[in-house]
């Protein structure tokens, strides 16, 4: 299923080329329903999620160099599956109302985007670390190419150039430190690799230059300047690449990554001190422009680094809360950004200081607005205050022992009172009536059907707060993925049997250790190896730290 999906959507990216040449913007719904039809595809995949961990589909190409296409779908991949195909589909949606027939580039930015949306999922469902790497430089190609569409103006390629120079060299960090890490580890595949972390300090470095890759790419800092200068993109670019896709990929690895070396030292402190530094410096920024758009691009940043803190801290109760955070992010900013591009086409200008009686001549724009910015400020009862008061539960209760949880949860209180203060001057500037200014021109009136994308992804901001409790189930699957879980077809031979989950304990070792499993208390037990082979250990020592002996 994944390799057919995976086939069929670059081939749907090459065939859009012709078909938006001959059909203009209309084409923009067929290939909406492309990728619905994909995100409805995974989605009945959810039941199988549930009962058996994962799926995967392995395609050996050169055996004797342990070169393969593997792919994994469980919990953690099977929910930024939905997040990119879903909201890919919605953003494609808006596309057809946003651009004109025979503007300049309409079938490239169709090409182009279905070969992002292609990328960035098949960087999710890889579990081969080399196809991910191929996968994972695909979508900084393609993010480069979305930047610069509008080539003609310097600033859009001075953009689309800096955000390739900056992710290019995270990328590069990053396929060193998987070389080495896959050497340690004697394997390719990252559910391998997390499931028995290799030790030593190669291995210890070689974690860190994955992570310069995945904070480059999610814009933390020092690598934030490149995101705001990226909204020189088509307002459609900036909600998704920005939003629900490119910078959630950094996310997504590190939320990888946490269950397995969450314990090497300087993991926690490094990604909650950057996270922290890029919260209050995104959140103060925004509440200095003047451009809407870089309002929420900056606030976009600040968000970002609130994540990086969540899954920095990497326990499984704090993963609860960020997958929560995550998804409301998405459904929230998304939709900011596609009210922006409607306010530019119909104002002609994003300028706080020229916009007046927006609110009162689009008012179902404003509603939808105004629900989407409360929910990111975290108001209730939307989604985005489930997720925060999710969060700051979470890093009470891991602070207890955590001195970064701590850390985390202060920033975040802080960082969200800065998200209250920004997502109020943004609405205020965009919708108010100002005394001082005179009403906004409407220079090009737009079809009442543009807002169809907008309303869905805030009606999913809103029934995703009164319908938490049916989405518990799936988050806390997600968070309680450890590495090497689910299942699998085609073990090598003689290497055991699949490596299997226990849950994490907060008892001595030895109460819930299982053979193949692991316990949390307070880190993972390291595999008992005989050779290269896993042995069934019998017991641990108190610590959680090792097993005392196997059998």
Not at 10 to 24: E, F, H, K
Not at 193 to 219: H, N, Q, R, W, Y
Not at 453 to 477: K, N, S, Y
Request: aromatic fraction near 10%; charged fraction near 10%.
């Amino acid at each position: 299923m994944m390799t057919t999906t995976l086939l069929a959507l670059p081939i749907a990216a090459i065939l859009s080329y012709p078909v938006i040449r001959r059909l203009g913007r209309r084409a923009f719904l067929a290939f909406s329903l492309v990728l619905g039809a994909v995100f409805v595809l995974f989605a009945f995949q959810g039941g199988a999620i549930a009962a058996g961990g994962a799926i995967v589909e392995e395609h050996r190409w050169v055996p004797q160099l342990d070169l393969a296409f593997t792919f994994r779908l469980d919990a953690v991949s099977w929910i930024f599956a939905l997040l990119v195909t879903g909201a890919g589909a919605l953003v494609l949606l808006y596309c057809m109302h946003y651009f004109e027939d025979g503007e300049e580039g309409l079938a490239r930015f169709g090409s182009v985007f279905l070969g992002f949306a292609s990328s960035m999922l098949g960087l999710v469902l890889s579990d081969n670390i080399y196809l991910m790497f191929v996968f994972w430089e695909g979508t900084t190609v393609f993010s480069f190419l979305l930047i610069g569409h509008m080539a003609r103006q310097r600033t859009a390629r001075s953009a689309a150039l800096q955000a390739l120079i900056v992710t290019t060299f995270g990328g590069l960090a990053m396929l060193v430190g998987l070389v080495v890490l896959g050497t340690a580890a004697q394997t390719t595949n990252l559910s391998e690799i997390l499931a028995d972390p290799p030790d030593g300090t190669a291995a210890s470095v070689a974690v860190f230059l994955v992570l310069i890759g995945a904070l480059s790419k999610s814009a933390i800092f020092p690598f934030h300047f490149w995101l705001p200068g990226a909204m020189a993109a088509p307002t459609p670019v900036s909600a998704y690449l920005h939003a629900a896709a490119m910078v959630k990929a950094g996310i997504y690895l590190i939320a990888r990554l946490g269950p397995g070396f969450g314990d090497l030292p300087g993991f926690r402190t490094t990604l909650v001190v950057l996270g922290a530094v890029t919260m209050l410096n995104g959140g103060i920024r925004a509440l200095r422009q003047y451009d809407i758009k870089q309002i929420v691009a900056h606030g976009t940043v600040s968000q970002l680094g609130l994540l990086v803190m969540v899954f920095g801290v990497s326990d499984p109760r704090t993963d609860f809360a960020g997958y929560a955070l995550l998804l409301a992010h998405a459904v929230a900013k998304a939709p900011l950004f596609l009210a922006v591009g409607i306010i530019d086409h119909c104002t002609g200008t994003r300028d706080l200081r020229q916009l007046s009686g927006v609110g009162r001549r689009r008012p179902g724009l404003a509603v939808t607005t105004v629900l989407a910015a409360a929910s990111m400020a975290g108001l209730p009862p939307l989604l985005g205050f489930v997720a925060k008061e999710s969060v700051f539960t979470e890093l009470m209760a891991v602070g207890e022992g955590s001195p970064v949880a701590v850390l985390a949860f202060a920033v975040a209180l802080v960082g969200s009172v800065l998200t209250v203060a920004y997502m109020g001057r943004f609405l205020w500037g965009a919708f108010a009536t100002k005394r001082d200014t005179a009403p906004a021109e409407i220079i090009h009136e737009q079809p009442g059907t543009i807002l169809i994308a907008p309303v869905i992804f805030t009606a999913l901001a809103c029934l995703g707060g009164l319908a938490a409790p049916l989405l518990d189930p799936w988050l806390r699957l997600s968070a309680a993925e450890q590495p090497g879980g689910g299942t699998r077809s085609t073990w090598p031979s003689g290497t055991g049997s699949p490596r299997r989950s226990a849950p994490r304990c907060s008892s001595s070792c030895s109460a819930c250790c299982s053979p193949g499993g692991w316990c949390g208390s307070p880190g993972p037990c390291r595999w008992c190896r005989s050779g290269s082979r896993p042995r069934t250990p019998t017991g641990c020592s108190p610590t959680g730290s090792t097993y005392s002996r196997c059998a």
